[in-house]
């Protein structure tokens, strides 16, 4: 079945540490996203990508890395530097048009906990 | 920039009421517009969604209307089943910002009591 795919579902991580969160996609869709979610909250953009080898910071990315080497992946690296990293992550997808606004494709989530 | 504002939660309400949830947006261009639905521990699943004016967008009992006049996408529902309980989001996508990313509101938790 086509859809997102996001490990692991739970993470914890301890202070200090860096943490990766993988996003695999087999949707061939060309944009991809990262959100972050705090309880009773709504979605926060990190990071996105429109394309291979390019990516763009969204409203929250002091204390997050990510990479896109490859259309079917966009993991994202949560840094030390991140004061207040426990949350819920959502990775989505999406089709890349100029022209029309698309949906996104959502995974299950990872939910980063720091102990 | 683009924004969403939809109605605070919680909704509680007993099966087989009526449903309404507000959103209200802004927008530079002219956007799409979506429901997601997040059940428990899971992520946003499209619920409808709706991409010009007066366009409804319709699915497993839920219903919203694109009025670009009033700037809303007002979700509802007739009867509503225990099922259905879950937080809803409102969101929009305007390719007229160059960014394309979903710009979600705040979400609606809905509680359905048998």
């Known amino acids: 079945d086509g859809g997102i795919t996001q490990s692991p579902k739970y993470l914890f991580r301890k202070e200090g540490q860096n943490v990766t969160l993988s996003c695999e996609q087999n949707l061939n869709h060309d944009a991809m996203y990262w959100y972050r979610q705090d309880p009773g909250q709504g979605l926060r953009l990190i990071y996105y990508?429109?394309?291979?080898?390019?990516?763009q910071k969204g409203d929250i990315a002091e204390g997050y890395s990510v990479s896109r080497e490859k259309k079917e992946s966009f993991p994202l690296t949560v840094t030390s530097a991140q004061k207040n990293p426990t949350a819920f992550y959502l990775c989505a997808s999406s089709i890349a048009s100029r022209r029309f606004n698309t949906e996104a494709f959502f995974g299950q989530g990872t939910r980063l906990t720091v102990v | 920039g683009d924004s969403v504002t939809q109605m605070e939660g919680p909704v509680t309400l007993s099966e087989e009421a009526f449903l309404t949830i507000n959103c209200t947006y802004t927008a530079t261009g002219y956007p799409s517009l979506f429901w997601y639905v997040q059940y428990p521990g899971e992520g946003l699943q499209l619920l409808l969604k709706a991409t010009k004016a007066d366009d409804k967008g319709s699915n497993k009992g839920f219903e919203a209307t694109y009025r670009k006049e009033t700037t809303s996408f007002h979700l509802e529902k007739g009867s509503v089943q225990v099922s259905d309980s879950a937080v809803y989001f409102c969101?929009?996508?305007?390719?007229?910002?160059?960014?394309?990313?979903?710009?979600f509101g705040s979400g609606t938790r809905l509680q359905v009591q048998p």
């Open positions: 969101a929009l996508s305007d390719s007229d910002t160059g960014r394309r990313a979903l710009t």
């Open positions: 990508s429109q394309i291979v080898n390019d990516f």
